[in-house]
């Protein structure tokens, strides 16, 4: 069973807003401006043709409530992201949210999101970006309990192959298994554990509030700002870890993690 709504309706109020609103506009256009502009011989058709003039104003309506539901669930998430204080209130998120968590923080950074609408054949992906010509499946998971392990990363690389996205990302609040990062090593798959997640987080707040333990900060040995953990997606070190500067891109020291 699919955990979400398939229909054409779900899919749109995970769109931008202004798509459903753009819609709207065209349909009204087309109802009232073009369809009068033509006639039929057959009374039936043009019966048919002509009723649009009167369907396209409903239509436009629904779309316009569409646009509406979009910009309030967007709005949501995204004071559900600036709420955030650090993992533990993550941790309190329902796994629904924590989705839309995880993908308002990809459209701060500049990612073109959808939602999946339902789990289908795309071996549960819940989340599809689009940036700079390129294409990744992301995978949440929002498990309180265990590790993520090497069978979830393995499922998304072979996805992300069958479906030719250029990169896969799993993340969670928790941690990975080593086998799970020992798979990663070498693909492009970035794993996003909870410390690197709330580094995200901190980095794309309007007022960051959420810190990492006291233990786990570290300092910019150029510029005395705060680090976060990263992952390296491209080159001879993809998929491995570290911190590098919150003052990125003026300053761009990195430090190795041994």
Request: charged letters at 25%.
């Amino acid at each position: 069973m699919a955990r979400k709504d398939e229909s054409l309706l779900n899919l749109l109020v995970r769109l931008p807003w202004w798509v459903s609103l753009a819609l709207a506009a065209g349909v009204l256009v087309l109802s009232q401006f073009v369809v009068p502009l033509f006639s039929f011989e057959n009374p039936i058709i043009g019966a048919m043709w002509h009723a649009g003039q009167y369907i396209g104003p409903l239509l436009a309506v629904i779309l316009v409530s569409v646009s509406v539901s979009s910009a309030i669930m967007s709005w949501r998430s995204s004071r559900m992201l600036d709420a955030q204080k650090g993992l533990e209130t993550v941790k309190d998120l329902a796994w629904q949210d924590f989705e839309s968590l995880v993908g308002q923080v990809f459209k701060r950074k500049g990612y073109f999101v959808l939602e999946n609408p339902g789990t289908g054949p795309d071996g549960g992906v819940d989340l599809r970006l689009r940036k700079d010509g390129k294409k990744a499946y992301v995978q949440c998971k929002h498990w309180k309990a265990k590790q993520v392990g090497v069978k979830i990363v393995r499922e998304l690389y072979g996805v992300m192959t069958g479906k030719s996205a250029d990169e896969g990302i799993v993340v969670t609040y928790g941690t990975f298994s080593k086998e799970a990062r020992d798979f990663a090593k070498g693909k492009p798959i970035s794993l996003i554990d909870g410390k690197e997640l709330a580094g995200n987080i901190e980095e794309v707040q309007k007022n960051p509030k959420v810190a990492l333990p006291q233990e786990d900060k570290k300092i910019c040995p150029n510029c005395g700002s705060e680090m976060v953990l990263r992952t390296a997606r491209k080159g001879k070190y993809a998929g491995q870890k570290f911190w590098g500067c919150t003052n990125f891109p003026k300053c761009r020291a990195v430090v190795k993690i041994l």
